[in-house]
Antibody, heavy 118, light 111 residues
Framework: EVQLVESGGGLIQPGGSLRLSCAAS????????MHWVRQAPGKGLVWVSR????????GYADSVKGRFTISRDNAKNTLYLQMKSLRAEDTAVYYC???????????WGQGTLVTVSS | QSALTQPASVSGSPGQSITISCTGT?????????VSWYQQHPGKAPQLMIYEVTNRPSGVSNRFSGSKSGNTASLTISGLQAEDEADYYC???????????FGGGTKLTVL
């Protein structure tokens, strides 16, 4: 059974930094592109970032480009999202998501809440 | 990258059929058949319902179907059931570095 378990969320002051982790199990982690998708309270889903299976290709939403960095450790089956210069509008549940073979998001973690507030 | 356009809400009675539209552009929905649909119940993670416009993952009811015409994709749910009440989101591949764009979401109410 595929499991994606996020951690690292919490309350952080504006301008601060936070690193999210996503531990993957039940899949051959090195075979898949991985993504982060976020959802602000009461709002819709927003794509944040992606990384290829080798960790050599990344992409970011314009709203986080230059502030967030996606990475992965294939030896540890773990995906990361380093977030810096956090803003109130970054407040959201952050989901770790596996991309299937047809650019579909077939497995989602339970999400981790990041709250940016003073 | 602008979000895909979905109606904010739709409703239907048990047993009826409803359709949710998802309108993009010739750079996303119109350009690729990588359109997916997700169901999200309150407090839960989204669940994949349709991928590649028309395909259902294993375990998803055949009451759910997808289609596309031009820049607009659609999700149809037939034989509405109370458990279908949820938020639904479409997504499309964009072919750009921003990769994927979601719709704003549609709240389905089963009357």
């Amino acid at each position: 059974e595929v499991q994606l378990v996020e951690s690292g969320g919490g309350l952080i002051q504006p301008g601060g930094s936070l690193r999210l982790s996503c531990a993957a199990s039940g899949l051959t982690f090195t075979n898949y592109w991985m993504h982060w998708v976020r959802q602000a309270p009461g709002k819709g889903l927003v794509w944040v970032s992606r990384i290829n299976s080798a960790g050599s290709i990344t992409g970011y939403a314009d709203s986080v480009k230059g502030r967030f960095t996606i990475s992965r450790d294939n030896a540890k089956n773990t995906l990361y999202l380093q977030m810096k210069s956090l803003r109130a509008e970054d407040t959201a549940v952050y989901y770790c998501v596996r991309e299937g073979t047809r650019v579909e998001f077939d497995y989602w973690g339970q999400g981790t809440l990041v709250t940016v507030s003073s | 990258q602008s979000a895909l356009t979905q109606p904010a809400s739709v409703s239907g009675s048990p047993g009826q059929s409803i359709t949710i539209s998802c309108t993009g552009t010739s750079s996303d929905v119109g350009a690729y058949n990588y359109v997916s649909w997700y169901q999200q119940h309150p407090g839960k993670a989204p669940q994949l319902m349709i991928y590649e416009v028309t395909n259902r993952p294993s375990g998803v009811s055949n009451r759910f179907s997808g289609s596309k015409s031009g820049n607009t994709a659609s999700l149809t749910i037939s034989g509405l059931q109370a458990e279908d009440e949820a938020d639904y989101y479409c997504s499309s591949y964009t072919g750009r570095s921003t990769a994927v764009v979601f719709g704003g979401g549609t709240k389905l109410t089963v009357l």
